[in-house]
């Protein structure tokens, strides 16, 4: 069964750090790509970063570079997210996506992890 499984959210102040995590387990072909996505309240959800498995090519947004780091371990099919100096505009439910850059298979989402910043 495949499930996508984010995790390291929670309540940090203005300027703090956070880092996400995303475990992928179930799958039984290779992973091309990991993202991550945030949806805030009363707005639609935007991309944050991804990250190819084979290469490593990364994406930003570009108003989250420089403070937000994407990175994988393969061998863990894991996919972290470092957040730093955070604001409560990053405030936000992050979600993980993993693609397998086959359109017959798809990509699957998780259920999202709260990342609260405020005082």
């Known amino acids: 069964q495949v499930q996508v499984v984010e995790s390291g959210g929670g309540l940090v102040q203005p300027g703090g750090s956070l880092r996400l995590s995303c475990a992928a387990s179930?799958?039984?072909?290779?992973?091309?790509?990991m993202s991550w996505h945030r949806q805030a309240p009363g707005k639609e959800r935007e991309f944050v970063a991804q990250?190819?498995?084979?290469?490593?090519?990364?994406t930003y947004a570009d108003s989250l570079k420089g403070r937000f780091t994407i990175s994988r371990d393969n061998a863990k099919n894991t996919a972290y997210l470092q957040m730093n100096s955070l604001k409560p505009e990053d405030t936000a439910v992050y979600y993980c996506?993993?693609?397998?850059?086959?359109?017959?298979?798809?990509?699957?989402w998780g259920q999202g992890t709260q990342v609260t910043v405020s005082t």
């Open positions: 996506n993993v693609d397998s850059g086959v359109s017959q298979i798809g990509n699957y």
């Open positions: 179930g799958f039984t072909w290779s992973i091309y790509e």
């Open positions: 990250i190819t498995t084979a290469r490593g090519k990364i």
